[in-house]
């Protein structure tokens, strides 16, 4: 599923980022990158990821980019510095 269709507060792990090469730099430098924990907080543009206990703003146009495989419950505790 793509990061934009994420339910807020379910935790995910990055899959695959489809972008260009500056898109997807930008993304590593703001922590999205594979095999990354993320939490949609906030549905919209931009939508607001959690991130290693950080928020970050992503315009919805990039997060469609970004293909997330969601967490199964036993696995995934999204715990303050485990990826979100």
């Given at each position: 599923?793509?990061?934009?269709?994420?339910?807020?507060?379910?935790?995910?792990?990055?899959?695959?980022?489809?972008?260009?090469?500056?898109?997807?730099?930008?993304?590593?430098?703001?922590?999205?990158?594979?095999?990354?924990?993320?939490?949609?907080?906030?549905?919209?543009?931009?939508?607001?990821?959690k991130?290693?206990?950080?928020?970050?703003g992503?315009?919805?146009?990039?997060?469609?980019?970004?293909?997330?495989?969601?967490?199964?419950p036993?696995?995934?505790?999204?715990?303050?510095?485990?990826?979100?």
């Amino acid at each position: 599923m793509r990061l934009d269709e994420l339910p807020p507060h379910v935790c995910a792990v990055v899959r695959q980022v489809d972008t260009d090469d500056e898109d997807t730099q930008r993304l590593k430098t703001l922590g999205v990158c594979l095999g990354r924990r993320v939490e949609l907080v906030r549905v919209g543009d931009p939508l607001i990821l959690k991130i290693f206990g950080s928020r970050l703003g992503l315009s919805a146009e990039l997060a469609a980019r970004v293909r997330v495989e969601v967490c199964q419950p036993d696995h995934c505790a999204m715990r303050e510095g485990e990826g979100a």
